[in-house]
């Protein structure tokens, strides 16, 4: 018997969801959000320079509810638990006009503390180019339920049900248990391309996940362990083209997570965590300090076909290192608690370092796409040097490796450690990685003058021709080479 057009096509997207499922995910808008009623996390806070910057760029930011129904899964992907309900949360950050939209779409699973995302670090190249910002509530993890919670709760649905009770009610996110996570990612990924979806609208070609430390570690696991494999569209293709791991080492022990809350993570030499060949390529993106637990083998690079992938190890970089800090999660607690907010004051004479790894995540994007896209494969650097756990470094204290900031080929300081009494960074318990400090420690008068005999002009004339390499080379693009450069000048103006 032939079966009607209708029929046979919601035949094949039952056959297209996950093993189990029976229920396609679906998504509402959530109110629009106003002083009394405010949206956690907003990324176009009223009065803010993110709010001016969305509308100068042509931008809106929406908050949608994500409803479905996930399963959880155990190894080999047996099903444990079947048709869990859950409700969680988009952020959904797109041009207002959908001709200016690029077709691609840079999806988020938001980190479990707190739901925090990596809106920060892609927003200008987001803003840039036209492309659309998803991020996706991702639940719990080990580490955020067994915190003490302080003013606010720590894990991300509680966060949000405590900030917002009214407005967050509908979120639905099991209590003991984010093993539903994968689902709920492969969910969103679909929807993005769905025309009843968050981007309804909006001619969707391309979606890209990156995730950093632990929604980093999240998308290692997603591939590893067949999830990647089973996200299809209608036609076979896969519904991530490409993947940008951030600042998660495989075997790190949190470099790779359990696929259920009750399963313990799998041992730092456990076959699944190196990863594994996937058809759409992959970029890691690693600081130091994942850089000197990187275990062997490592996946080697690869320019084309299944297992295209590249490994970047980026030397004055630290799990935490990145650009100007918003403290927006912080500011946001303090309005709730009725309380007025002060940012922390570092009290280190030794300032943080100024190598921001967005600069190269953007660069990387940019690559990750053109490789996507293009089949042209980004550029290849070894790895940075260390032995038994210690960083290898040059003359001047700066880790040798083949990507060379121009910060550290044309230095005024050396990166790492502050010197000893000078009081910083003390070691403190946390819930997550534990993290190489890395302050900027300016070189001594007599090694600049040794360096540079022709003080600020010559350091100027060497510094921005490491920076041209760098955008010939594709390892940064030129709006960060040009902040780069105005950076330069200020550093220059206050030490020659």
Same mark, same amino acid.
């Given at each position: 018997?032939?079966?009607?057009?209708?029929?046979?096509?919601?035949?094949?997207?039952?056959?297209?969801?996950?093993?189990?499922?029976?229920?396609?995910?679906?998504?509402?808008?959530?109110?629009?959000?106003?002083?009394?009623?405010?949206?956690? @996390?907003? &990324? $176009?806070? %009223?009065?803010?320079?993110?709010?001016?910057?969305?509308?100068? /760029?042509? *931008? =809106?930011? #929406?908050?949608?509810?994500?409803?479905?129904?996930?399963?959880?899964?155990?190894?080999?992907?047996?099903?444990?638990?079947?048709?869990?309900?859950?409700?969680?949360?988009?952020?959904?950050?797109?041009?207002?006009?959908?001709?200016?939209?690029?077709?691609?779409?840079? @999806?988020? &699973? $938001?980190? %479990?503390?707190?739901?925090?995302?990596?809106?920060?670090?892609? /927003?200008? *190249? =987001?803003? #840039?180019?036209?492309?659309?910002?998803?991020?996706?509530?991702?639940?719990?993890?080990?580490?955020?339920?067994?915190?003490?919670?302080?003013?606010?709760?720590?894990?991300?649905?509680?966060?949000?049900?405590?900030?917002?009770?009214?407005?967050?009610?509908?979120?639905?996110?099991?209590?003991?248990?984010?093993?539903?996570?994968?689902?709920?990612?492969?969910?969103? /990924?679909?929807?993005?391309?769905?025309?009843?979806?968050?981007?309804?609208?909006?001619?969707?070609?391309?979606?890209?996940?990156?995730?950093?430390?632990?929604?980093?570690?999240?998308?290692?696991?997603?591939?590893?362990?067949?999830?990647?494999?089973?996200?299809?569209?209608?036609?076979?293709?896969?519904?991530?083209?490409?993947?940008?791991?951030?600042?998660?080492?495989?075997?790190?022990?949190?470099?790779?997570?359990?696929?259920?809350?009750?399963?313990?993570?799998?041992?730092?030499?456990?076959?699944?965590?190196?990863?594994?060949?996937?058809?759409?390529?992959?970029?890691?993106?690693?600081?130091?300090?994942?850089?000197?637990?990187?275990?062997?083998?490592?996946?080697?690079?690869?320019?084309?076909?299944?297992?295209?992938?590249?490994?970047?190890?980026?030397?004055?970089?630290?799990?935490?290192?990145?650009?100007?800090?918003?403290?927006?999660?912080?500011?946001?607690?303090?309005?709730?608690?009725?309380?007025?907010?002060?940012?922390?004051?570092?009290?280190?004479?030794?300032?943080?370092?100024?190598?921001?790894?967005?600069?190269?995540?953007?660069?990387?994007?940019?690559?990750?796409?053109?490789?996507?896209?293009?089949?042209?494969?980004?550029?290849?650097?070894?790895?940075?040097?260390?032995?038994?756990?210690?960083?290898?470094?040059?003359?001047?204290?700066?880790?040798?490796?083949?990507?060379?900031?121009?910060?550290?080929?044309?230095?005024?300081?050396?990166?790492?450690?502050?010197?000893?009494?000078?009081?910083?960074?003390?070691?403190?318990?946390?819930?997550?990685?534990?993290?190489?400090?890395?302050?900027?420690?300016?070189?001594?008068?007599?090694?600049?003058?040794?360096?540079?005999?022709?003080?600020?002009?010559?350091?100027?004339?060497?510094?921005?021709?490491?920076?041209?390499?760098?955008?010939?080379?594709?390892?940064?693009?030129?709006?960060?080479?040009?902040?780069?450069?105005?950076?330069?000048?200020?550093?220059?103006?206050?030490?020659?």
């Amino acid at each position: 018997m032939k079966l009607p057009t209708v029929a046979l096509l919601w035949l094949f997207a039952l056959l297209s969801l996950a093993p189990g499922k029976v229920e396609a995910a679906e998504v509402r808008r959530a109110p629009e959000a106003t002083a009394a009623s405010p949206m956690w @996390l907003d &990324p $176009a806070e %009223p009065g803010s320079a993110a709010e001016v910057a969305l509308r100068r /760029a042509g *931008y =809106v930011r #929406e908050e949608w509810f994500q409803s479905g129904t996930a399963n959880v899964y155990g190894d080999g992907l047996a099903v444990v638990q079947r048709g869990v309900h859950y409700v969680t949360r988009l952020i959904v950050i797109r041009p207002r006009n959908p001709r200016r939209f690029s077709g691609t779409v840079q @999806l988020n &699973p $938001a980190h %479990p503390f707190r739901g925090n995302d990596n809106w920060q670090t892609l /927003a200008p *190249y =987001v803003l #840039e180019r036209g492309d659309a910002f998803v991020s996706v509530m991702s639940g719990a993890d080990e580490n955020t339920r067994r915190a003490r919670a302080g003013p606010a709760p720590v894990m991300a649905p509680l966060t949000l049900s405590w900030f917002n009770p009214a407005r967050y009610a509908p979120i639905r996110w099991p209590a003991e248990e984010d093993g539903i996570r994968w689902d709920v990612l492969t969910d969103t /990924a679909r929807l993005l391309r769905d025309p009843a979806g968050p981007l309804r609208g909006l001619a969707v070609r391309r979606v890209f996940a990156s995730g950093w430390s632990f929604t980093g570690s999240l998308l290692r696991t997603f591939i590893n362990e067949g999830f990647h494999d089973r996200a299809r569209q209608g036609s076979g293709k896969p519904l991530i083209d490409g993947y940008l791991i951030g600042i998660s080492g495989f075997s790190f022990r949190s470099g790779y997570l359990p696929l259920n809350s009750r399963l313990p993570v799998p041992g730092v030499d456990d076959p699944r965590r190196p990863n594994r060949a996937i058809d759409v390529p992959v970029i890691e993106l690693q600081s130091e300090n994942e850089a000197i637990t990187n275990r062997e083998p490592q996946t080697p690079d690869r320019d084309r076909g299944p297992g295209a992938h590249r490994l970047y190890e980026l030397p004055g970089t630290t799990h935490g290192s990145g650009g100007t800090r918003t403290y927006l999660a912080e500011r946001q607690i303090a309005w709730r608690l009725k309380q007025r907010f002060t940012a922390p004051v570092d009290a280190c004479p030794y300032p943080a370092s100024d190598i921001d790894i967005a600069d190269y995540a953007r660069a990387a994007h940019a690559n990750l796409e053109r490789w996507a896209r293009e089949g042209v494969p980004p550029p290849r650097a070894a790895r940075l040097q260390h032995r038994a756990l210690v960083q290898l470094s040059d003359v001047d204290g700066n880790t040798l490796g083949d990507i060379r900031p121009a910060q550290i080929s044309v230095p005024l300081a050396r990166y790492g450690k502050a010197p000893d009494g000078a009081n910083c960074d003390p070691t403190a318990p946390g819930i997550g990685s534990p993290a190489i400090p890395m302050r900027r420690v300016p070189l001594s008068r007599e090694r600049l003058r040794q360096l540079y005999p022709g003080g600020a002009a010559d350091y100027l004339h060497r510094f921005d021709a490491a920076i041209d390499a760098l955008v010939g080379a594709r390892w940064l693009r030129a709006p960060e080479a040009r902040r780069q450069k105005a950076e330069a000048r200020r550093q220059a103006a206050a030490t020659f």
